[in-house]
Each structure stands twice: as structure tokens, then as C-alpha cells.
């Protein structure tokens, strides 16, 4: 049923978005983390180059990005309140401010009056994904750090609501679980969200697992076929929400999945901490140790040109907050 499937798909977004498409960036501020994920190319254990950038580079970063044209932009940390306490976010979120009309942030949970702050400092919304609903799975894939605490992450986005976001983006890591029990128990958490915060702007994200430095599991890998249906379904059960698509997935795919349900995608993303600014002598060794592999390494002037050729409208952000 793929091609009724995405043709209903296409006709919903279509009724609720138009031709529009979203544009954002991913600017990381620090590789610092505490956690254990055993698939993340960050984790604690590892051995590689640990970088926080100061509030200099921070500026550098925004001004490299700014200049490409980006408006919307997601900041974002290991997960490591060590050393980058709110306090640090909050200094990140008022210097971009400065360049961005849209800003985002994905770092650890937070209480409740924290992400208050950080929403009067600028930040409109919060991306935190549970990674897998398997509480088995979740157990085995997180086996240190504040992370493991399954309960306390699964609260946070009532928190991100309760503190006044905009916009709050959730979403699983496929490849780590069985993505039908995943994307299902993604959908109850969203449900029970939606009728408790019925005022919040809601976002689903779709990232599958890569190959992150040595974790090679390759049980619950999800096929570009399997990932379309997500995609779809998710259109068809939730006609409003926005669906993002980072540079995790290919050029090839991303060109043929705006089509079925997609509202934003990144574009010109670095995964790297100081990855937009100049190179350095100090920054070229954390640039070779990104998150993950970006996998659409277009610039922003070489997406917006194709969504052009397929008949959108690139929208740089549609969100800029006069009260603040
Ligand atoms: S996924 Fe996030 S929390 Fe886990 S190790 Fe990577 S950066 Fe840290």
C-alpha cells in the first residue's frame, strides 16, 4: 500500500502546508557528555577531542552560520550539565538571538523551571528524543549517565510544555529498537501530550541510526521503504504536525521523501563543535570527531535550489518572537 499511502500523505501536507518547506541548521555548542549511549560517536567513554566553545566563538559560529542565509537554528550539546550548565545555554541562546530569528535547543532534560528561563532568554522550542520506547532496550543501550533514568526523560517534554515553549520536537533513534512497537508507543506520547498541551506546536523526527564509530548492531536497521511508511503513517494519523529530515539521510532520499509528509529539513549542517567558523588549529581535531555523519553535505544555496526545481517554497523560518 507505499504508493497510496504517500499519495494520501502528499495531498494532506499539501491541504495543511502548501508547497512550503522548512529550513534549519544544527549548531553545536559542546561535545562534553556524561552519558553512555552505546551508539553515539559522543559518548563518555570515548577518547576523542572534547571542545566547549566560549562565548566568542559562540558569536564566530552564529556569524559563519548567519552569513549562509540560515534563520532557524537548533543548538545543541551532549548532554553534560557539568559544562554546559543552563546558565552556559542561556548565554548561547542570547548571543544567537542576535543572528537567528528561530532558535531551538537539543540538550539534557531539564526541570520544569529551567526551560522557563531558557524560553524568557530567547529559545522558542525544545527537541528531546526518548530514542527507543523499549524500556528492555533503553536499559542495555544506556548503561551510564543520567541518561538511564528512563522515567525522568519521558517527563521532560510535560516539562518543555509546563515551561512555555513554542514548539517541542520528539522523536526515536530507528535502528535501535523494533521501529513498529517504537513509532507506536512515539504516537501515545505525543497523543497524551497533545491533549494535556494542546496549545504547543508539535514536531516528529525520524533519525536512523548510522554508523557511529564501533557499534555495528545491524538487528533493527530500517530500509528507505520502511522509513517512507513511517513517514506517511505519520501524515495520515497526525495531519498538522510538523515532520523533520535531517543530513543524516541521503541526498537521493531527502530529494524524494519531501514529497510525502516532510516539513523541515536541515540544510548546510555541520554535526561538529566550532564546525562553521573558520578552522583552527584547535577546533580542525574536534571538526574530525562529529556526532554522526552528515550524509547531504549540500549547502544551503544547493537545497534551496532544489526544492525550487521540485516546486516549493523555502521558507527560512516562520516564527520570529517580537516580545522578547
Ligand atoms: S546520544 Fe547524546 S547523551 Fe548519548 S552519548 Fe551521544 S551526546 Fe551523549
Known sequence: MLEQLAQEAQNLTRQYFGRTMSLYAPLYLSNHCANQCVYCGFHASLDIPRRKLSEAEIDAECQALARTGIQSVLLLTGESRKYTPPEYLAT??????????????????????????????????VTLFQETYDQERYKILHPAGKKRDYAYRYQAPRRIAQGGMRQITLGVLLGLADWRQDILALYAHLRSLEKEFPGVDYALSFPRLREAYDYKEKDYLVDDADLVKIICVTRLLFPRIGINLSTRESAAFRNRAVHFGVTKISAGSSTAVGGYALPDSETRSVQDAPQFAVNDERSLAEVKAMLGRQGFDPVRTDWRCLAK
Open 92 to 125: 548561547a541562546i542570547k548571543i544567537a538571538k542576535e543572528y537567528f530569528a528561530s532558535l531551538a535547543l537539543e540538550v539534557y532534560p531539564l526541570e520544569t523551571e529551567e526551560y522557563a528561563r531558557l524560553n524568557a532568554a530567547g529559545c522558542d522550542g
